[in-house]
């Protein structure tokens, strides 16, 4: 039982590139979330799917897509990246709403 | 939205008592604590759900007003271990995403 899992745990990207970050769950958890954490901005929540084929922006969606084909796997893909972008990353995922959140390690992102 | 949590940082010697407070501007379904500690993943506490409960964990527990729509950490006997960060995550009665405040700093010394 993996529990959540995130990769990369690091990435260099150059400003305008693409990339998605990848996020799995063995749990069979139906609710997934993404958020970003910057210094003193605690966790602001990306995008979230309350199960497959489901997803809705969150705090801050913009310049990110996600998508839910299954209810395993919900990658995070950067359009054209920032260096705005460069944060810590980490994908979350719960049995429902009356439960707590199982974090992934995080994936560090730096957007030169 | 983002809830307020208060206070931003906390220290505090072995054995002392600590309490973390979280408030929202919206009607709440659930209120959700977790603890990270540096460079690692955030990890959950409790949740409470809306019905004005407490619950306890260990030396750790939380309380949930539902109509003031605030929440409180309470962490009583501090040990080394307690040091990290906490955050609460709040879900409104109208929708399902989680959204956390800005966390405290807990540190406590020896």
């Known amino acids: 039982n993996a529990g959540v899992t995130q990769t990369p745990k690091f990435q260099v990207l150059k400003t305008g590139q693409s990339m998605t970050l990848q996020c799995a769950q063995d749990?069979?958890?139906?609710?997934m979330s993404w958020y970003r954490q910057d210094p003193g901005m605690g966790l602001r929540l990306i995008h979230y799917?309350?199960?497959?084929?489901?997803?809705d922006q969150g705090e801050v969606p913009n310049g990110y897509n996600v998508s839910r084909s299954t209810t395993e796997d919900f990658p995070l893909r950067l359009l054209s990246a920032a260096p705005s972008q460069t944060s810590v990353y980490f994908c979350?995922?719960?049995?429902?709403?009356?439960?707590?959140?199982?974090f992934g390690s995080g994936t560090r992102l730096t957007v030169v | 939205q983002q809830p307020v949590q208060s206070p931003q940082a906390v220290i505090l010697r072995e054995g002392e008592d600590a309490v973390i407070n979280c408030s929202s501007s919206k009607a709440l379904y659930s209120v959700h604590w977790y603890r990270q500690k540096h460079g690692e993943a955030p990890v959950f506490l409790m949740i409470l759900l809306k019905g004005g409960e407490q619950k306890g964990h260990d030396k750790i527990s939380a309380s949930f007003n539902e109509k003031k729509q605030q929440s409180s950490l309470y962490l009583t006997a501090s040990q080394l271990s307690y040091s990290g960060t906490y955050f609460c995550g709040t879900v409104s009665n109208s929708g399902y995403a989680l959204n956390f405040g800005k966390g405290t700093s807990l540190l406590v010394t020896p």
């Open positions: 799917s309350v199960g497959a084929g489901i997803t």
């Open positions: 749990m069979n958890h139906e609710y």
């Open positions: 979350a995922s719960s049995p429902g709403a009356d439960y707590g959140y199982t």
